[in-house]
């Protein structure tokens, strides 16, 4: 096989996060669970909007975001996601590219509008996302190019992928050209819920070898295994994948493989704005530090230098460049 | 004549802004002046945007910011001001409304889209805009409402809206309007190549009487006096208006009037991020002070706060309630 072209290919769905702040009755009120990802469809979209407070518009999407962070490394990425060609889809593409990220899918010229997810951030700093998904869910198996995924030492991708149906058949369809070209494939599982909608399906991804790697947060781990016990989910997932990723907010990160299991502090800050990205940023890190040649240690470092950075203001993707941030922190990239 | 039944009604160009972040190179490749605004067509639009960085999209608009401060503050307050019927547009009414601005403006459903301006943020949080006014210019003067102003306490004018010629004709009837109904017209020089553009026509609305109260920067009095020497030009204002409120960053403000000059203390700040509003929201805190019928340094006080939060993230409206905030460094308001 020959090397790898490029980093990291992301497959995602395309979204322009809407931010505003919300306090904890306008969750109630609105009945959202806090911290999760719902799907909404276009009405609903329109009275969140129409109540919601002032906003700002900011490119996002779970493995877009996750590009993003990675071309602030300075590594070579590219994304793959749905947008329509319209006013927020403009706004995608522009920001994607922007920062460095190859972006050739075409939008589409007719359909639902470009996918947007409106985020309210609480005053703790979490975050709630209402997500129409639009033009996003018409990803199509066409889209992914096997000769692009060859080129990349890893395909990634997000859990999210799993609610759309033709999405999921480009999921499998890129899963399957990485492996032919024996590169890696990842996923993040995403949200706690969107695991309790599609549990078997994930765990047979990972139990028959689809992916090679999985991104979870605790939450998403404890849904998966139908456990409170965190520490039983890790004895399970270790038997269930190569390599798990699993990231536990202010306490860090573990990283499970067979070999063991190794625990990196959570990169300190002076004040938690919005947690909108962090585990994307966390995988961005990872997987620079990964595809770069890095123990597990030191990319799970670079994961969280990239969070910390993401969680200290507002939108999802950096606005710090990531490869000085982390030469200013002694971590060599 | 009735009581005012708002404190302040604001007319001037309906924006939003497209923020990305750019460093000293990227003006001089592209000809910008740095700190000032630009007014720009629909093609050099394109090629900037084309060029900058990854943006954010957040409501702008000079006079628009101040309503949105002033109804931060908890101040009855309108916006006049000209969109599309497109999804900036809507995104423009969102946010205004949402803020709690009055705005009924009907959107322009033909003719050029809703305007942005491109803001690029330097390190040293300086801010270069680029204005593309589309709609914005074909503010009427059927826009304005004479029973609307007559029912405000004071009317507030961007020195922007010289540059569309039906908006000029907008502003006098509105200043009139006011005058008519004994209400006060404030005016903002807004920058100083603006005032360059206008010199004349602005000093002329001082010295007859059209407006009664002045909010100028340092570069904009001294651009408005052709003087280098600032002192000069405070005695130049003096001489030339009731009332002048002279913004110095840093060092805080001035507050010039026939019965003397008083000095107000910036606010201090953790870090400067990003100086776009910082004016629109000095004015802000100075107006609702003045319309709730405080003297003019607890007036500036306010406005030096307002100018405080909204400098310390990128964005020209406030992200933090206002009148929580004067509270909390205990300001009466």
Not at 184 to 207: G, I, K, Q
Not at 250 to 270: H, M, Q, W, Y
Request: hydrophobic share 45%; with cysteine; glycine share 8%.
């Amino acid at each position: 096989m020959p090397q790898p072209h490029i980093d990291v290919v992301g497959i995602g769905n395309a979204i322009v996060d809407v931010f505003a702040q919300a306090d904890d009755d306008f969750l109630v009120k609105h009945a959202m669970n806090k911290g999760s990802m719902a799907l909404i469809d276009e009405t609903r979209a329109e009275a969140i909007y129409e109540a919601m407070g002032p906003a700002m518009e900011i490119s996002g999407g779970s493995a877009a975001n996750t590009t993003a962070g990675l071309a602030s490394f300075g590594g070579r990425v590219a994304f793959i996601g749905k947008v329509k060609n319209d006013t927020l889809g403009h706004t995608f593409m522009h920001d994607i590219r922007a920062i460095g990220v190859g972006f050739d899918i075409a939008p589409a010229s007719d359909g639902p509008s470009t996918a947007r997810s409106y985020i309210l951030v609480t005053p703790d700093g979490q975050r709630t996302m209402n997500t129409f998904l639009g033009a996003a869910q018409d990803l199509h198996p066409n889209d992914i190019d096997p000769d692009k995924i060859a080129s990349a030492a890893i395909t990634y991708l997000e859990g999210y992928l799993w609610d759309p149906k033709r999405a999921k058949e480009a999921f499998l369809k890129a899963a399957a050209a990485a492996h032919a070209a024996k590169r890696t494939v990842a996923l993040t599982l995403s949200d706690s819920f969107c695991v309790d909608r599609w549990r078997d399906e994930f765990l047979n991804l990972m139990r028959n070898g689809t992916v090679d790697i999985v991104f979870a947060n605790e939450a998403e781990l404890k849904s998966l295994y139908q456990t409170a016990d965190f520490d039983a989910a890790v004895v399970a997932v270790k038997k269930d994948i190569k390599l798990a990723v699993l990231t536990r907010s202010e306490k860090g990160c573990l990283v499970v493989s067979r070999n063991g299991t190794e625990a990196v502090r959570a990169f300190p800050i002076d004040k938690l704005v919005d947690t909108t990205g962090a585990g994307d940023l966390f995988a961005a890190g990872f997987l620079y530090g990964l595809a770069r040649g890095k123990d597990h240690v030191s990319a799970a470092r670079l994961g969280c230098l990239a969070a910390a950075e993401v969680i200290q203001h507002i939108g999802a993707r950096p606005q710090t460049p990531l490869k000085a941030l982390a030469a200013e922190n002694g971590l060599t990239v």
